[in-house]
T-cell receptor, first 112, second 113 residues
Framework: EAQVTQNPRYLITVTGKKLTVTCSQNMNHEYMSWYRQDPGLGLRQIYYSMNVEVTDKGDVPEGYKVSRKEKRNFPLILESPSPNQTSLYFC???????????FGPGTRLLVL | DAKTTQPPSMDCAEGRAANLPCNHSTISGNEYVYWYRQIHSQGPQYIIHGLKNNETNEMASLIITEDRKSSTLILPHATLRDTAVYYCIVRVDGSSNTGKLIFGQGTTLQVKP
């Protein structure tokens, strides 16, 4: 089944403790991206990747890092999480020039 | 990318057609109309897209006016599981763009028994 998976789905952590949220897709998509969703602010793009080893900042990249060492994976790294990064995170992927994007199930993060 | 305007909420009776409007009066000739939905805190789900012709797939139909300034998403037989926030997004297709989807406030569709 074609899908985007994220792990973990739920995470409670404390300020400053490094964490990684993994994202994997099995559709051989070149493009992958990360969004965060907050009440009243909608979905905002954090980072995106056009292909392996090619990443770029979205609208809200501060406090996040990403890497794209292989096509199927696009992990989101929070080196020193802060409470304002408490949010619902979504990974997405797509093929080529289309805007038909496939989203993962989401990761709900709480930073205390 | 053109801005879109959608009603904040709509109700629909189960089994009836749900017609969700979207205004995009500043759309340019190469911009597509995409529809996504988000069922309570799940990942957004692609529904359908079109440029200027009407489109239909297994989920829905998309009707775009001749001047392309507005469109309507039609769910022909709404079920309770179609209760969600529906987003109309106007985007240019192209491999060089950021791929960013701008999700506005959308329309919350409530399907009632």
């Amino acid at each position: 089944e074609a899908q985007v998976t994220q792990n973990p789905r739920y995470l409670i952590t404390v300020t400053g403790k490094k964490l990684t949220v993994t994202c994997s897709q099995n559709m051989n998509h070149e493009y992958m991206s990360w969004y965060r969703q907050d009440p009243g602010l909608g979905l905002r793009q954090i980072y995106y990747s056009m292909n392996v080893e090619v990443t770029d900042k979205g609208d809200v990249p501060e406090g996040y890092k990403v890497s794209r060492k292989e096509k199927r994976n696009f992990p989101l790294i929070l080196e020193s999480p802060s409470p304002n990064q408490t949010s619902l995170y979504f990974c997405a992927s797509k093929w080529g020039s289309t805007q038909t994007q496939y989203f993962g199930p989401g990761t709900r993060l709480l930073v205390l | 990318d053109a801005k879109t305007t959608q009603p904040p909420s709509m109700d629909c009776a189960e089994g009836r057609a749900a017609n969700l409007p979207c205004n995009h009066s500043t759309i340019s000739g190469n911009e597509y109309v995409y529809w996504y939905r988000q069922i309570h805190s799940q990942g957004p789900q692609y529904i359908i897209h079109g440029l200027k012709n009407n489109e239909t797939n297994e989920m829905a139909s998309l009707i775009i006016t001749e001047d392309r300034k507005s469109s309507t998403l039609i769910l022909p037989h709404a079920t309770l599981r179609d209760t969600a926030v529906y987003y109309c997004i106007v985007r240019v297709d192209g491999s060089s763009n950021t791929g960013k989807l701008i999700f506005g406030q959308g329309t919350t569709l409530q399907v009632k028994p």
